[in-house]
């Protein structure tokens, strides 16, 4: 399947407006619950211990906060395609302005464009192994896994950000 130019600027637009709107209310959310605790949902992505981990849920333990904290872990959720696609679209948008023929500086960045789909789902093995331990006892393992993810995902965001700030370059640049 192929996409037009219009739809492609269209669906990155669209995407990337959502994702700009949902990072925002995710960011004054955890902004509210680090106010309140001291410890916010995007601190999870920093622990490397089961200690550290067990340190923020008991922050979190009081009904409002721990409903709180649980939100904004799922919004994190909702957020994951949102950014994965605007980034996704972005770097196409790259290919399609840097790379419009075939050759190796398209292969390679059409092996680029994964990578904003790639920290997404590592974004996802983040929270699921953080969730799994904020359900059950922490462990200096699984945090490190967690921390493995972490990087990984901004990794992939990093890659999906130079490529989208390279397309809208090239977007108001003439050839």
Not at 10 to 36: C, E, F, P, Q
Not at 84 to 112: N, Q, V, W, Y
């Amino acid at each position: 399947m192929q996409l037009s130019r219009k739809s492609l600027n269209a669906y990155w637009a669209w995407t990337s407006a959502a994702a700009v709107l949902m990072l925002i209310v995710m960011n004054i959310l955890d902004g509210v619950l680090k106010a309140r605790t001291g410890f916010a949902t995007a601190d999870l992505q920093f622990v490397s211990t089961g200690y550290g981990l067990r340190v923020i849920i008991d922050h979190w333990l009081s009904q409002p906060n721990a409903g709180l904290a649980g939100f904004v872990l799922g919004l994190d959720y909702l957020f994951m395609p949102l950014y994965g696609a605007a980034l996704f679209f972005g770097s196409l948008a790259a290919i399609d302005r840097f790379a419009p023929a075939r050759g190796s500086l398209r292969a390679l960045l059409t092996r680029l464009t994964l990578f904003p789909i790639g920290a997404a789902l590592c974004d996802a093995i983040e929270n699921a192994l953080s969730l799994s331990m904020l359900n059950e006892s922490p462990s200096n393992l699984l945090a490190s896994f967690a921390l493995e993810a972490t990087a990984g995902k901004w990794l992939g965001i990093t890659v999906g950000v130079l490529l989208t700030l390279a397309a809208l370059i090239g977007h108001f640049v003439k050839r």
